[in-house]
């Protein structure tokens, strides 16, 4: 009778937890590694001339090194590495509803000065000075604000 017993609470034990290993403290240590090394090449890149001469490259290597960063944290330190396959059922739609949303916003951002009224434009940076204040380096400063030509920013009420 005792064997029976035994048996049924092994059974039951499987079913309840997951007995594989999930890597051991090596790999942690492995990933914990790889995490300090991208925190030093986000620190580097941040601090470079990079950000300064081609600021869309250097912010595109410092989103690219966080999301493997991220990776690296959802992967291993959240056990998605060893979840069955569920975990795609919630991530796919969740992902294409991200992506549509930045899709469906996109016109709405770039559209949104059609409608401003002239007190609204006398407060709204203007884009040209932008653009050559992120081309010079220059951003934040008024440096780039003199050499910007409004005419094409505002509408003109004679």
């Known amino acids: 009778m005792t064997d029976q017993v035994e048996t049924t609470t092994d ?5 309840d937890h997951d007995d594989h290993s999930h890597g051991g403290t090596s790999l942690y240590l492995m990933v914990f590694g790889a995490l300090c090394v991208l925190t030093a ?6 601090n470079s001339s990079l950000m300064t ?3 869309k490259i250097g912010w595109a290597l410092m989103m690219a090194i966080s999301c493997g960063k991220a990776l690296l944290v959802i992967m291993f330190f959240m056990h998605l590495l060893w979840e069955s396959n569920w975990k795609w059922v919630i ?8 992506v549509f949303l930045v899709l469906m ?8 000065t059609r409608n401003y009224s002239e007190e609204r434009w006398e407060h ?9 204040s992120i081309g010079s ?7 780039a604000g003199e050499k910007s030509d ?3 920013d505002k509408p003109h009420h004679d």
Do not use: C, W
């Not at 090449?41 to 941040?46: D, E, H, K, T």
């Not at 916003?105 to 949104?112: K, W």
């Not at 380096?137 to 440096?143: D, F, K, L, N, P």
């Open 53 to 55: 001469s081609n600021v």
């Open 137 to 143: 380096g220059t951003h934040g400063s008024g440096e």
């Open 91 to 98: 991530t796919i739609p969740a992902s294409m509803m991200s």
């Open 41 to 46: 090449l986000s620190f580097l890149v941040g």
């Open 11 to 15: 059974s039951h034990h499987d079913v």
């Open 150 to 152: 409004d005419s094409h």
């Open 124 to 132: 709204t940076a203007k884009p040209q000075q932008y653009d050559e």
């Open 105 to 112: 916003l996109v016109p709405d951002v770039g559209r949104r």
